[in-house]
């Protein structure tokens, strides 16, 4: 089982403040766009995405199908046999992705302290 690149996603509340101070400490700009309130900041293989407005809480965030550069790896394993696994083990998902579906596609689960996990497909 594969979960892909990682990330932590923080939900800022001042985005212009954040790319600052991530920047001050080594972090450059990989992805996205501050006028609609996102970008990834990348720092080696260390990524944190900025997200003003979108999300209530940080969340951990995988993304089959990627590695840390966000290029494609093949083989990968696809999100609904990821959900499938999860469901089966006994846990349960807070969203569900589409189990008729192919492509792009997310769920999203809790961890026992309330932590809301990602999992997020994008190809």
């Given amino acids: 089982m ?10 800022v509340k001042d985005i212009a403040a954040s790319r600052r101070f991530y920047e001050q400490i ?3 700009v990989f992805a996205g766009h ?4 996102w ?15 979108m999300f209530e809480r940080n969340m951990l965030t995988f993304n089959p199908g990627w590695n840390q550069d966000a290029a494609a790896v093949d083989p990968f394993t696809d ?6 696994r999860f469901k089966a083990s006994g846990l ?10 192919s492509g792009p ?6 961890d026992p302290d309330g932590n809301p996990i990602l999992v997020d ?3």
């Fill in 2 to 11: 594969q979960l892909g690149a990682f990330s932590i996603s923080l939900a």
């Fill in 79 to 84: 999100i609904r046999d990821l959900q499938r």
């Fill in 121 to 123: 497909q994008h190809r």
């Fill in 92 to 101: 349960s998902l807070v969203t569900e992705a589409d189990e008729g579906s």
């Fill in 105 to 110: 596609a997310s769920f999203m689960l809790m």
């Fill in 26 to 28: 080594g972090f450059a």
């Fill in 39 to 53: 970008l990834i900041m990348k720092h080696g293989d260390h990524i944190v995405g900025l997200f003003q407005g």
């Fill in 34 to 37: 501050q006028e609609q309130n």
